[in-house]
């Protein structure tokens, strides 16, 4: 049974099958043709934190996937509120096809894989967000044609993002380079497992304290918010640290001339990113936001469809 916890553990050809996928999900959905790929299947859509686009982008999925997506909020279940994680993915896989969840810890999205016996996509952890790189990737396709070879920067927090940037880039052949404050680096672990996986396809990995160094040559350049959810306690502390990793006109400029600009959202302008930037004609954080309903209609069927 295949699940999504994280692309560390899918391989290559998985990432492509999926890329290909999203985009003939995409062209059928444009020219209005149907398909229920999944027709008469439910999925149960766990949300420890709120999202916008998570929400969305999955329930309008399943609905053009002909299944149905029931919303699952920390409110509306008993996990967390005594009921442990082993009894709820029994319970689950009872009633369910398929559960996304959007929580803190990515153990608890493991566990509820290895105790369930339904497919699990992981909606987003503090460590990882792999359904956000899998439509990144497939907009760095459309806008850059191939991705092999291409190079990314990515510039600001280690965080889920850069973590799941790490191994989604490597695993299509694209170069990355991720620049954060010493206090701010990505977990070592993650970028070890990324250095194994860079290995079997000739990327290469770049781990710098300097954003320029990062960004030049760069064919796409990605940053995410400086404060993740939760942590606004932080907010004033996080904004001198983070200050010279503003993705600029000037820092932008450093890459190649057809870079693209892509940010996962919520953005706030005048922080990670200026209004130059983020609302200039190489931004696609659109297309970028679009196309998580793609890719992860495509993870969907993937993990959920008749095999």
């Not at 680096?185 to 996986?197: P, S, T």
């Not at 057809?258 to 297309?287: M, N, Q």
Request: proline share 3%; glycine share 8%; with cysteine.
């Amino acid at each position: 049974m295949k699940h999504l916890l994280s692309l560390h553990d899918w391989t290559q050809e998985d990432i492509q099958e999926a890329l290909t996928l999203a985009a003939k999900l995409k062209q059928e959905q444009k020219a209005g043709i149907p398909h229920p790929l999944l027709q008469g299947k439910t999925l149960g859509m766990i949300f420890s934190k709120s999202s916008t686009r998570t929400r969305v982008s999955f329930e309008v999925g399943m609905y053009q996937l002909g299944g149905h997506a029931l919303f699952l909020s920390s409110n509306d279940i008993q996990l967390g509120r005594g009921e442990t994680i082993h009894d709820t993915a029994k319970v689950l896989s009872r009633y369910l096809d398929g559960i996304m969840i959007r929580t803190f810890r990515q153990e608890d999205v493991e566990e509820l894989a290895a105790q369930g016996t339904i497919p699990v996509i992981n909606g987003l952890t503090d460590l990882l967000h792999p359904c956000q790189v899998l439509a990144d990737l497939l907009t760095l396709q459309e806008h850059l044609g191939t991705l092999a070879g291409k190079k990314l920067a990515y510039v600001g927090d280690g965080n889920n993002m850069a973590h799941s940037l790490l191994f989604g880039c490597v695993k299509c052949g694209m170069d990355i380079a991720v620049a954060t404050p010493a206090a701010y680096a990505c977990d070592a672990d993650i970028v070890k497992k990324a250095m194994e996986d860079a290995q079997k396809t000739g990327a290469t990995i770049t781990i710098t304290e300097d954003p320029v160094e990062a960004v030049q040559g760069a064919h796409a350049v990605y940053t995410d918010t400086w404060v993740s959810m939760g942590q606004e306690a932080e907010k004033e502390e996080k904004i001198k640290v983070f200050s010279p990793y503003q993705v600029n006109e000037e820092l932008f400029s450093m890459a190649k001339p057809e870079a693209v600009f892509l940010h996962c959202l919520p953005a706030y302008r005048g922080l990670e990113v200026t209004e130059a930037v983020i609302d200039g004609p190489r931004s696609v954080i659109f297309d970028e936001a679009e196309n998580r309903l793609h890719a992860q209609k495509a993870v969907m069927v993937m993990t959920m469809g008749e095999k």
